[in-house]
């Protein structure tokens, strides 16, 4: 199944994603790894904070340090705390070759767009970014809402 075919009645970008991670933990066990470091960055964690609360209905993001399959593998994202903008700069730095997105949507994607809209929201006030991230670890769960309580009828 190819992301951007007919066949494909899901989302492309889920679907790419699902597949990428599955590959990813058929070779980490093929080689026998029980770790997967990923770079996902800071970046990254809130743009999935924003798409899991507009697209999935929830507030979720990823771990710096993930259990998946029981415990068999742990995803590490050193990168967690590092902004994008500091590793470009670093990358640039070390003179590290840059590589364009092969992705026929990745300039149009949902991501794309959180993304855009909290570019904006970082412009306006430079401390928005740290809030956002640190927010993550501060929730005041007395504040939040309590489950909804679904009718069996409806």
Do not use: W
Not at 22 to 43: P, S, Y
Not at 69 to 82: C, K, N, Q, S, W
Not at 112 to 129: F, G, P, T, W
């Amino acid at each position: 199944l190819v992301a951007h075919s007919k066949e494909n009645r899901e989302n492309p970008c889920f679907l790419c994603s699902r597949l990428r991670r599955k590959r990813l933990f058929e070779i980490a066990d093929e080689l026998n790894c029980t770790k997967l470091a990923l770079g996902h960055h800071k970046d990254d964690i809130i743009e999935t904070l924003f798409m899991n609360m507009c697209y999935a209905g929830e507030i979720s993001t990823m771990k710096p340090s993930q259990s998946f399959f029981e415990g068999r593998f742990t995803v590490i994202r050193p990168l967690a705390y590092a902004d994008e903008d500091s590793i470009k700069r670093f990358a640039h730095a070390m003179d590290f070759p840059e590589f364009a997105n092969p992705c026929p949507t990745s300039r149009v994607s949902k991501r794309q767009a959180v993304k855009s809209m909290l570019e904006k929201l970082y412009r306006s006030n430079k401390k928005i970014k740290g809030n956002i991230f640190r927010s993550m670890s501060h929730v005041r769960s007395s504040y939040m809402l309590k489950p909804e309580i679904r009718n069996s009828k409806s």
